[in-house]
């Protein structure tokens, strides 16, 4: 890195960035992955607030068309900073992105470590620490690392012990990544989370809180679960073409069986410890955002109807698009036409939530196999935020703990198909028989797992018997994939089959049922 000048005088960066240097800063922000407005032009940039971390630091607050930033500045050399990196020029000076610079995290995990205050020009910046994972244990020469490849935030990895996510649109109000894993780290034992070290927050003026940073435990792994999944089931396609002849159905179930056994083993244990993670987000009665709370009749209503609009608005939604815009459509179409006592039937299982007298939580929100880490000993889950696109309150919302089994169940439908399309064209239809069977096992398998563990919560979180808790989960399988069927028609059409499929398996079992 070179060598940087001093910001002696924050105040003429502020007003670079709101005057004339704002069309570099329009350009800069345009260019950064984590910026959600890339197809649209930028109309204002507004610097909302701002404090100096360091000589040569700022801590900079924006507002971008009204949508709030997170956007750390340093300085640098201009010719030796990449120019995708640098938001404005003066005096000689680049102004960089400052998780380019190796220092900046350094200073931040001091700040972090001293628990410092820092006075913006109308809120502040306050750093915390939780006392048994002091970052003050990191030494000040310690290697840095700036993960690539992420989309909405920008991390930076300490000697592969620590690493801070610097959250770039931070909202107004409590993250719920923060709230869970301060919750899991500090009042329980679970210890399939990376441990929180520490957080920044930004103080507004009237009170208002948001968080911008999260300091966390680094968590050795050999990649994320998706990644290791379609890995292995490539293995698997791969094996059984040499061994299996065609028209031998019953010996591709024992070699499915035998050859993916690993695999399905990794999977049991997946859910057991999601059901250990959900026993553990329902241990606490005394914690009012924590403690687990009957289900209602008021719920179950509620839940039904929320899905029953979204199978609704799917309908009309599918209506309007070209039957020849991907092969499942028309199918999708007539049944959703032609199953509507089935459907109402399908969500009415929502009720053996109450019934049994079950209780909602905290959960993950938006669960799936890109949200978990390979170990050693089996899986580490991250990323709490929930569904990005949802409202804060309602990502913070008591939920059904079956709603995240189902985005997993769902997550292994989407690994199988993607591991068939991956496969030659002429294989392909063979390969999907196998791995449906696959899929099966797998599916028994995370459920049975899952089953064992959450049996240890102190409060009752799924029914008691696997077919009522097979039933109930299919409503949440089914909203998950009406979300993802509406995701792939609007982004992704040629991937619409997918959700498309899971919806007609759940649709056709319930008329079979």
């Not at 260019?31 to 701002?50: C, L, N, P, Y």
């Not at 061994?243 to 049991?268: F, H, K, W």
């Amino acid at each position: 890195m070179a060598s940087k000048k001093s910001l002696s005088e924050p105040e003429a960066v502020v007003d670079l960035l709101e005057g004339q240097g704002r069309d570099r800063l329009k350009d800069f922000l345009a260019g950064q992955r984590w910026f959600a407005a890339k197809t649209h032009r930028i109309d204002s940039v507004e610097v909302e607030d701002w404090a100096a971390l360091t000589p040569d630091v700022l801590l900079l607050l924006l507002r971008v068309d009204g949508e709030r930033y997170y956007t750390p500045l340093a300085t640098g050399a201009a010719g030796d900073i990449a120019a995708a990196d640098v938001a404005g020029l003066l005096e000689g000076r680049a102004l960089i992105d400052a998780h380019v610079d190796p220092s900046f995290g350094r200073q931040l995990l001091a700040a972090i470590a001293s628990e410092r205050q820092l006075p913006g020009r109308a809120g502040r910046f306050a750093c915390h620490a939780l006392p048994s994972h002091a970052a003050a244990t990191m030494d000040e020469a310690a290697t840095t690392r700036r993960i690539s490849g992420e989309q909405s935030n920008t991390s930076i990895v300490f000697d592969r012990r620590l690493i801070l996510k610097s959250i770039r649109r931070p909202q107004s109000g409590v993250n719920p990544e923060l709230e869970i894993l301060h919750f899991l780290t500090s009042r329980t034992r679970f210890s399939h989370v990376p441990r929180l070290a520490g957080w920044i927050e930004y103080l507004g003026p009237s009170g208002q809180v948001a968080t911008l940073g999260l300091l966390q435990e680094f968590i050795e792994n050999a990649g994320d679960g998706w990644r290791h999944t379609l890995a292995t089931l490539d293995d698997l396609c791969e094996a059984l073409a040499r061994i299996v002849g065609e028209g031998d159905p019953e010996r591709a179930d024992d070699r499915i069986a035998s050859n993916a056994g690993p695999l399905t083993r990794d999977i049991r244990e997946l859910g057991a410890i999601t059901g250990g993670l959900h026993a553990a987000l329902a241990s606490d009665p005394l914690l009012p955002s924590f403690s687990p709370e009957p289900v209602t009749h008021e719920d179950v209503g509620r839940w039904c109807s929320r899905i029953a609009r979204e199978l609704e608005a799917l309908l009309s939604d599918t209506t309007s698009i070209p039957a020849e815009a991907f092969p499942g459509l028309r199918a999708i179409r007539e049944a959703l036409r032609g199953a509507s006592g089935h459907i109402d039937a399908a969500v009415g299982h929502i009720g053996l939530l109450g019934s049994a007298r079950t209780h909602k939580i905290r959960c993950h929100g938006d669960y799936h196999l890109g949200q978990v880490l390979k170990t050693d000993d089996g899986f580490a889950i991250l990323d709490f935020e929930g569904e990005p696109a949802r409202p804060l309150e309602e990502r913070r919302a008591k939920q059904p703990p079956l709603r995240d089994v189902a985005g997993m169940l769902r997550s292994l439908n989407y690994a199988v198909h993607t591991t068939v399309g991956r496969r030659p064209p002429a294989e392909r239809e063979r390969a999907l028989r196998w791995l449906a069977t696959w899929e099966r096992h797998a599916r028994r398998a995370f459920l049975d797992g899952y089953g064992a563990a959450v049996a240890e919560s102190p409060v009752r979180l799924v029914p008691k018997s696997e077919e009522e808790l097979a039933r109930a989960c299919a409503v949440f399988e089914l909203e998950k994939a009406c979300y993802e069927l509406r995701y792939e028609l609007n982004n992704r059409p040629g991937w619409a089959s997918i959700p498309a499929g899971g919806i007609l398996r759940i649709l056709e079992s319930e008329v079979s049922g």
